[in-house]
């Protein structure tokens, strides 16, 4: 670095602009964060929805035909200029585009709508659009805490299943055993044993089943009644459980991302100038100085107050002259 100073005369060099890329990442992003931005595309949203259950109408899709298709296409070129300003918002970062799942679930749902082959099917392409409508989720923060939460109790609801499915194969081969060649509608195969068993986990039809199964055997009752025990109210309970821990920690996740509405910014910092340090006088010098100033102050005095005493010069000694003496001092004897 050159700390010499320029020398006169010189022009001043320019201060270096901003890279296209950054500038562009910074407007983008700044509309990208605007409230009406958000509303103009949950609103599309909508809009799309609508004009979906729309073709669901036979005549109205038949007589709004041409229009329903423009308005489609006018849906999918507002999307993919929402796409491409989100995209703008990472010009500087490209790949914190791709780490937000939100851009990448937008990101698909709009790009496969240009493919030929969903565009060729309409089933297909009926069942993208459908997908268009979960992206509402996007500017709902209390639905994206639910499917937070769906998304994180995926593990504990895998073992869940593994469990019910264990339960269920168990408590379908001891049904098959006992109540297969009397009552072979529901207990006939591994298959219908554990279709009955399934409806049964919710309670329907429960009565229907135990009275069918003491007519075969007092002992249907203690089958029964310790699968309901076990199967709806145990592990229905512990299923419970995992969405609502992963409920709070959904919300928990949700609360550290986003800023609390209600914050104020910090304080603004007042520059705090540097103290001022006084020198300490020396006591020798401090002591010299009062000396010279009371002089001074004594010497003031005296040239301004009149002199109190009239001194004489030496010389002989002034004659002393007699007084007179008084009327009364004669008059004495």
Not at 49 to 65: C, I, K, N, Q, R
Not at 117 to 144: D, G, I, K, M, S
Not at 238 to 249: K, M, Q, R, T, Y
Request: hydrophobic share 50%; with cysteine.
């Amino acid at each position: 670095m050159n700390d010499h100073p320029a020398p006169r005369g010189a022009t001043p060099r320019p201060p270096r602009s901003r890279p296209l890329r950054r500038v562009l990442a910074e407007r983008a992003h700044a509309l990208t964060e605007a409230r009406w931005f958000a509303l103009s595309v949950f609103t599309l949203i909508i809009v799309n929805a609508v004009l979906l259950g729309a073709e669901t109408y036979s005549g109205l899709a038949e007589d709004w035909h041409r229009w329903l298709r423009l308005a489609e296409h006018l849906c999918l070129a507002a999307f993919t200029a929402e796409i491409a300003v989100r995209a703008c918002a990472h010009a500087d970062r490209p790949r914190d585009f791709f780490r937000d799942p939100w851009n990448v679930f937008d990101l698909a749902v709009v790009a496969c709508a240009f493919l030929p082959v969903v565009r060729e099917n309409t089933t297909v392409l009926r069942l993208l659009r459908l997908a268009r409508v979960l992206r509402t989720a996007r500017f709902l923060p209390q639905l994206r805490i639910v499917i937070v939460a769906v998304a994180r109790s995926l593990p504990g609801t895998v073992s869940f299943l593994l469990v019910g499915a264990l339960l269920l194969y168990v408590y379908a081969m001891v049904g098959w055993v006992f109540f297969g060649e009397a009552n072979p509608g529901q207990y006939g195969s591994l298959g219908r044993a554990v279709l009955t068993l399934f409806l049964l986990m919710t309670l329907d039809g429960l009565g229907d089943a135990v009275h069918a199964g003491l007519e075969i055997s007092r002992w249907s009752i203690v089958y029964y009644a310790s699968y309901v025990l076990i199967a709806s109210f145990v592990l229905v309970n512990v299923l419970i459980g995992v969405v609502i821990s992963s409920l709070d920690e959904a919300r928990e996740l949700e609360r550290e991302q986003s800023p609390a509405p209600d914050a104020l910014p910090p304080p603004a910092r007042v520059p705090v100038p540097a103290p001022v340090q006084v020198p300490v006088p020396d006591p020798d010098v401090d002591l010299r100085t009062r000396i010279a100033l009371a002089r001074k102050a004594l010497d003031d005095l005296e040239a301004v107050l009149p002199p109190l005493l009239t001194t004489h010069p030496p010389g002989p000694a002034a004659a002393r002259t007699p007084v007179p003496a008084t009327t009364s001092d004669t008059a004495r004897p």
